[in-house]
């Protein structure tokens, strides 16, 4: 048996220097790349793709034992740090920039830990003043995207072009928002106008994870309350990684990773407590197909039919549908998979069909 990748979705991490961005990175991607004690030792982007934690596509994969078995992925991008005015220029300047603009999901990883001897930017540890710096810079950067095509814009809307009066309302909208220091993901816009931004590729309107550093010891409630309070404020999520537990067990057999979490009272790895939030975020769930040759896990937006799910295995899939054989993980456990005809537990479905969680797919295409 041999196993096979292939990448969905990209998660970039972005916060200031020296949080512990690599460390985190390297941990969650067991890539050795420099992790060291200066800031700025990232300069080009490092990127991984990393395997979906799946219990799900393992468990079928015993049921099946096919020759290959495939993970869906995540790409995590380890972004340069950012610092206070990047975006006119200070630290590593723009840089940073096309590599953010290139992720789904931004994770900012933000330091809680302690430690005299790993220099702070900022000479001090304050998790609320970081992560204001630097959605402030990814703002900024918003702000000079929207002012030039505020300037290009005016030219449309002296030629009369269609769309540009609502367009220049929309843009009037957002950065008023922006100018008020809040992120375009959270101004709250209907589809047609949000039409107008989403050709903008704004930074702060893509979705984002907050990662805390938290170093050995667990940040006190004091600490740690108001910054959840914040970020859930706006919608987002707060998780708990100890970046420098998970590096030194890097190398270790997932079960006694799985122990040692434990024992520090965490339930889940880094990786896997990221990427339930990635998929949360986005909207996204998988559904597999199996067989002797291969079984395999997939990635679909929810509330995606039949035949889109079809399209993700291939367009031609999708083009000649005919129909879909539909059974679940839950009944194959329960059953196990040579039962389901039998007890009807498979379904003939058509391309309207809503694919659930779980869901195991055979699809029938025409010539
Ligand atoms: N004590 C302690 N040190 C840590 C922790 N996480 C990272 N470090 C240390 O902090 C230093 C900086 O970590 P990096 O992972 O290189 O930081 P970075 O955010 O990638 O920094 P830049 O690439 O410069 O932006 C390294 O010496 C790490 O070993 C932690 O949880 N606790
Ligand atoms: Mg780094």
Known sequence: MYYIIVMNLSCGFVGLPNVGKSTIFNALSKKNIPAENYPFCTIDPNSAIIEVPDEKLITLAEIYSPHKTIFSTVEFVDIAGLVKNAHSGEGLGNQFLAHIRSVKVIVQVVRFFNDNNITHVENRVSPIDDIEIINMELIFADIKTLEKAIEKNEKNVRANHKGAIEAKAVFALALDHLNEGKPARTLPLNSKEKEFLDGLFLISSKPIIYV??????????????????????????LILINGKLEAEIIDFSNEEKKEVLESYGYKESGLALLIKHAYGLLGLQNFYTCGQEEVRSWTIKKGSS?????????????????KAEIFNYKDVITHGK???????????VGKEYLMQEGDIAYFIKGQ
């Open 212 to 237: 805390a550093n938290v170093g050995e010891d667990s940040p006190s409630p004091s600490i740690l309350d108001p910054v959840r309070t914040a970020i859930e404020k706006e919608g987002s999520s």
């Open 306 to 322: 039949a035949v889109e799910a079809a399209g993700e295995i291939h367009t031609d899939f999708s083009t000649k549908f005919i």
């Open 338 to 348: 040579d039962q389901l005809k039998s007890l009807g537990l498979i379904k003939l």
